[in-house]
């Protein structure tokens, strides 16, 4: 390589002093080698898009809509206090962002519940939000769990987390401590919520139709 203090001219001879020192002055800089450079940001490879992406990205395309259900299994069949009997069953894709999307679940005129699906640096995360009619927090809330496998981009698990459990245990719900819930999303076909138990013959699952929207229900308690 030429030393930038040199410059050589056609004829092959040296040009040294002063005159060389003002020619190297005004030459230009060597143009980068492509070896060891790197590359610039804009250039770069965006990262793979995961199957979580893909989910949370249709349950985004929701946003905004609101659609009828119906519970689809309910093993073993509930007894006595079953609150979803013959009520209007309404989910609402209501408040949407880059991290996190609610989804208030309406059972007739109950609006206490609110599935909240965020993502998390290893994955994504269901909590329920229940509020009292005044707005303030149930008692039993934001209970959930973080999706333990990649899952698929129409449907990811979330087993119960270590937070619902003291919860569950403390409030004498322990049957729950077992649970594992799914949401599933068909683009155009159903979003569907299902709980789980892993130690019993437990299953419920509430079917939305995604290819009828409706109006869109009032605010669920505590978010007017």
Known sequence: MNSPLSFRPASGALLAGPLALALAACSPAPAPTTAGTTPD?????APAATAQDAFFDNLTALCGNAYAGKVETDRPDSQGN??????ALVVHVRECSDGEIRI??????D???????TRTDEGLRLKHDHRLEDGSDDPVTLYGGDSASEGTANRQEFPVDAFSQEMFTREGMDVS???????????????T????????DRLFRVRFDLANPIDAPPAPWGHE
């Not at 079953?82 to 009520?87: C, V």
């Not at 609006?111 to 699906?117: G, P």
């Not at 401590?177 to 979003?191: F, M, Q």
Request: hydrophobic residues 35%.
């Open 41 to 45: 940001a804009s250039t770069a490879e």
């Open 82 to 87: 079953n609150a979803f009997a013959g009520q």
């Open 104 to 109: 208030p679940f309406h059972v007739g005129e």
């Open 111 to 117: 609006r206490s519940r609110t599935w909240i699906v």
């Open 177 to 191: 401590n077992t649970n594992v819930w799914a949401i599933e999303v068909e683009p155009d076909v159903h979003y």
């Open 193 to 200: 919520y299902e709980l789980g138990r892993t130690d019993q």
